[in-house]
């Protein structure tokens, strides 16, 4: 796996902020059906945005406090945003879906 020394938000494009991931996180939980587990749309959601598979696994440095790949992390901030938007709802672990709004 790939590791940066440090990840400001200045070494990813800037389509990558977890602001600009709400769309397309609404739109690939919409491709899956309304519904999937977190690993199955972070899959689906790289797809969708092509993101090159050597910054789709890239992790935070040993060092750092973060144990996830830093654009899944990102996703995570941007479904915890659409969750207090009501546009999706979470059923136990990793598991998203839909809201009537979303």
Same mark, same amino acid.
């Given at each position: 796996?790939?590791?940066?020394?440090?990840?400001?938000?200045?070494?990813?494009?800037?389509?990558?902020?977890?602001?600009?991931?709400?769309?397309?996180?609404?739109?690939?939980?919409?491709?899956?059906? &309304?519904? @999937?587990?977190? %690993?199955?749309? *972070?899959?689906? #959601?790289?797809?969708?945005?092509?993101?090159?598979?050597?910054? +789709?696994?890239?992790?935070?440095?040993?060092?750092?406090?973060?144990?996830?790949?830093?654009?899944?992390?990102?996703? &995570?901030? @941007?479904?915890? %945003?659409?969750? *207090?938007?009501? #546009?999706?709802?979470?059923?136990?672990?990793?598991?998203?879906? +839909?809201?009537?709004?979303?």
């Amino acid at each position: 796996m790939a590791y940066i020394a440090n990840m400001p938000d200045g070494q990813l494009p800037a389509w990558l902020s977890a602001n600009r991931l709400m769309l397309w996180t609404l739109l690939a939980l919409s491709e899956l059906g &309304g519904r @999937a587990h977190l %690993d199955v749309l *972070y899959r689906r #959601l790289g797809e969708v945005l092509r993101i090159p598979e050597d910054l +789709l696994w890239l992790e935070y440095p040993p060092e750092a406090r973060q144990e996830d790949y830093v654009v899944r992390h990102r996703m &995570g901030f @941007a479904l915890t %945003d659409l969750r *207090y938007l009501k #546009l999706v709802n979470t059923h136990g672990r990793g598991n998203w879906s +839909l809201s009537d709004k979303g």
